[in-house]
């Protein structure tokens, strides 16, 4: 089964076809970042101004690039929510435009699923249940996936999400957005203990973070030392910092795995790419004798190929959708 796979949610337009869930026949990314960058972050009315420019271009480029038409195409699946809502709107309604014209289902698609099941094209074997950490610019969760459309929470940011604070923290010391990726790189050259940073924790809810002041800490660590005109070590407070965050990550994930008695681990999301994280649960589930996924780098970050996969089991879910679909900013995952 083919599914063409649409994504809109912030700010990369991205088109794929994938068959069976598992098989990425074309994956097209058109990304806007770099016209972002001058604002140091997503401006929603640009994004979906450019989404409604790159739609068709991309859609179009997805299906030649594998040498199909709209014909060889079983469903269409598009990402609905969790998102900015404008940009949302354009893959729906094209979506919901390409389903009317051709006839074919039309399968609503959450982008936290999809991010899980970027795992899916990665490890070809992994199959739920397993315990998910899901960790992107807007979300950091702890999932249990019971099974490809069944999830439960089990812990969740109570502030800002782990790629909000890695781009805060970039931005403080001069990176562009979004600055996690640079942060991950320049980190690579520093000392992780140089700056002692804390570790919140959120009382009787163990499973939850909270990056916040974690990210003030930083921040004032920064200021302090320029008011003092003193110069910090860039990598070694990009070090402390990115240990600090994958710490607190890790910590709570493997106590839940532990608590839950699950041996399958997985982490999915634009942070999921981060080199300390993807190290630091290789190396700890190694040890305890878990099983650990993580999707490929060129998945972590948003695309379309996630959405066709995750589209394909909620179309064998029963997962459909018709031409009243809407698009919604916000959406749990367990739906
Ligand atoms: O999943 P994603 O592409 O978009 C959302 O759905 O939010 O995640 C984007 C986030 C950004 O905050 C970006 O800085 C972060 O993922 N990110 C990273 C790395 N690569 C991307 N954060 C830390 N280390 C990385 N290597
Ligand atoms: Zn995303």
């Keep these: 089964m083919k599914i063409l796979g649409i994504e809109s949610s912030c700010d990369e337009t991205a ?23 001058q604002y ?7 994004a979906s101004r450019r989404h ?25 699946a598009v990402t609905y929510a969790p998102g900015l809502i404008g ?25 936290l699923r999809s991010h899980i099941a ?8 992994l199959k739920p249940p397993f315990l998910c950490l899901v960790v992107s610019g807007g979300h950091s969760h702890i999932v249990m996936v019971e099974d490809y459309t069944k999830m439960k929470i089990l812990g969740r940011t109570r502030d800002d999400a782990a790629g ?27 000392n992780p203990l140089a700056f002692k940073l804390p570790r919140p924790v959120v009382h009787d809810a163990p499973y939850d973070f909270s990056f916040s002041g974690l990210k003030t800490a930083v921040i004032n660590l ?70 650990f996924y993580m999707p490929d780098k060129s998945l972590c970050g948003d695309n379309a190929a996630m959405v066709g996969s995750q589209g394909y089991y909620e179309f064998l879910s029963g997962n459909t959708a018709d031409s009243s679909l809407n698009a919604f900013a916000t959406m749990s995952i367990e739906l």
């Design 52 to 76: 409604a420019e790159n739609i068709v271009p991309v859609v179009r480029k997805s299906l030649s690039d594998c040498n199909l038409t709209l014909d060889d195409i079983d469903a269409i």
């Design 118 to 125: 970027s795992n899916y094209i990665s490890n070809q074997e």
């Design 87 to 111: 940009a949302l709107l354009v893959g729906v309604n094209f979506a919901k435009g390409l389903s009317l014209a051709s006839g074919k289902p039309l399968v609503p698609t959450h982008h």
């Design 222 to 291: 920064i200021h302090n030392a320029s008011q003092k005109g003193e110069e910090l070590n860039k990598a070694d407070i990009c070090a402390s910092f990115r240990y600090a965050v994958v710490d607190c990550l890790t910590t709570n994930f493997l106590k839940a795995a532990e608590d839950y008695k699950v041996n399958k681990l997985v982490i999915a999301g634009g942070v999921s790419a981060n080199s300390l994280l993807r190290s630091t649960l290789q190396n700890e589930c190694k040890q305890r004798g878990y099983e």
């Design 15 to 37: 088109a794929a076809v994938v068959e069976d869930g598992r098989k990425v026949l074309s994956s097209v990314v058109a990304t806007q970042v770099m016209e972002h960058r």
């Design 40 to 46: 140091g972050g997503v401006v929603p009315e640009i």
């Design 164 to 190: 909000e604070a890695f781009d805060k923290a970039a931005r403080t010391m001069g990176m562009p957005y979004p600055g996690g990726i640079e942060l991950d790189k320049v980190a690579e050259n520093g």
